[in-house]
Each structure stands twice: as C-alpha cells, then as structure tokens.
C-alpha cells in the first residue's frame, strides 16, 4: 500500500467525521436535515498500464448529500408558523432575488 492510498483514507474518514459531528450537533435543530458522505474508489492508471483492472489507489468523497425526508411537524401556537408535509419547497424573496427553501422543510 503506497503512502499516498493511507493518506486518500484518512482524508475520506475526516470528512466523514465532520459530516456525522455537524449531524450531531444539530440534530435538535428546528429543520435541520442530515448528511451523509458518499465514496468512490480513485483507480491508478498510465500510459503504460497494462491490463484491464487497474491497481486502486485509494478512495475520495465522491459528494455530500443532504437527505430530504419527512420530518417531524410541530404545532405550535403561533400563526405565522408555517409547514409543508410532503414533497416541496417554500419560495423566498430576499430583496427581489428568489430563494427556495430546504425541501420538506419545517420553519418556524
């Protein structure tokens, strides 16, 4: 194992105790919705490789996806609380420029 594969591991798993540290942290945040880190292996390959199955060279995050499932709807007393159950998003006018809500959001 070249130093360079150790090394693209213990990149992958920072990030992903970042990821699970920042789902943490907010979990009892109104709206907050997790993440989680996806990988994908990094594959060596040259001009004169040879074979069809190149030698792995390590792993990377490939990205960081929110999820957007269903959270928990709270009623509340207040009139201006607004939620939407099921699949949309609330559009937000910031100054004239349109933004649009986490999906599935609940906002209070």
Do not use: C, H
Not at 1 to 10: A, D, E, P, R, V
Not at 24 to 48: E, H
Not at 67 to 84: C, H, P, V
């Amino acid at each position: 194992m070249g130093f360079n594969t150790g090394l693209s591991g213990l990149r992958a798993a920072s990030v992903d105790l970042d990821v699970t540290g920042n789902n943490i942290a907010n979990a009892s945040t109104v709206g907050f919705k997790g993440s989680k880190a996806q990988f994908g292996d990094l594959y060596a390959s040259g001009f004169l490789s040879a074979g069809t199955n190149p030698i792995g060279d390590g792993v990377r995050v490939q990205d960081v996806k929110q999820s957007f499932g269903q959270g928990n709807i709270s009623f509340t007393d207040n009139g201006l609380d607004m939620a939407i159950a099921g699949d949309g998003f609330f559009i937000l006018n910031n100054g004239g420029e349109i933004r649009y809500s986490p999906s599935r959001a609940v906002w209070y």
